[in-house]
């Protein structure tokens, strides 16, 4: 089937404002990242889901950037008040469950943000 | 915090050659899994091989094999017969088995492989 897929591919904003980076995950997996990676950096771990809930968003920098599943498949990383600092390329991964066999996460061709 | 160190920034082999690149790892949990991830220049992260921290025995995917020594918390990856197509950033990834440390991949910082002809 399909892979993980981001859009939009790449995203230009100007600081200060909102920006939205959505994450359509392989089907039915019920687990979902999302990581940030800076240039010349491995990915950093933002947050993850377990179906609609946030399991864990202990990587979120600060009160700027909020995540949602709604509906368990499909989600969105959103960040207010976009600063320089923000530009790096935001990765999405997802699994078949998080413990055990059939935790291998599978990442997305990411979303390559720009804050001028 | 679990940290996962890639001490080789850059690495260079020639094609049909044999490459190792390193990894060693922190951590003070005895159930986990590591990775070796290849990321090209598309961006798009693909698992090359992983290993269970309770299997003693090496995994092995075609080309690509790893030496893994526990005791050690080194995690390094061979790749035999490199091919242009192997060209790439390298990241290894920890993650832990039982959730104390949480769910997320802990990566390096990696390695850049270049194939020449």
């Known amino acids: 089937g399909a892979g993980v897929s981001q859009t939009p591919s790449n995203k230009v904003t100007e600081k200060g404002k909102y920006v939205e980076l959505r994450c359509d995950p392989i089907s039915g997996h019920t687990a979902l990242y999302w990581y940030r990676q800076s240039l010349g950096q491995g990915p950093e771990f933002l947050i993850y889901?377990?179906?609609?809930?946030?399991?864990?968003d202990s990587g979120l920098p600060n009160d700027r950037f909020f995540a949602v599943r709604p509906e368990g498949s499909v989600s969105t990383l959103k960040i207010q008040r976009t600063e320089r600092g923000d530009s790096a390329v935001y990765l999405c991964?997802?699994?078949?469950?998080?413990?055990?066999?059939?935790?291998?996460?599978?990442f997305g061709p990411g979303t390559r943000l720009l804050v001028l | 915090a679990q940290t996962v160190t890639q001490s080789q920034p850059e690495m260079s082999v020639q094609e049909a050659e044999t490459v190792t690149l390193s990894c060693t790892y922190d951590t003070s949990e005895s159930d986990y899994y590591l990775f070796w991830y290849k990321q090209p220049p598309s961006r798009q992260m693909i698992l090359v091989i992983r290993?269970?921290?309770?299997?003693?025995q090496n995994a092995t995917e075609n080309r690509f094999s790893v030496n893994f020594q526990k005791a050690a918390k080194s995690f390094s990856l061979k790749i035999s017969d490199s091919q242009l197509g192997d060209a790439a950033m390298y990241f290894c990834a920890y993650r832990s088995e039982n959730g104390n440390s949480g769910y997320a991949l802990n990566f390096g910082k990696g390695t850049s492989l270049l194939v020449t002809p």
């Open positions: 290993q269970e921290a309770y299997k003693q």
């Open positions: 889901f377990q179906g609609t809930g946030a399991a864990d």
């Open positions: 991964a997802s699994s078949l469950r998080i413990r055990g066999l059939g935790e291998t996460q599978y």
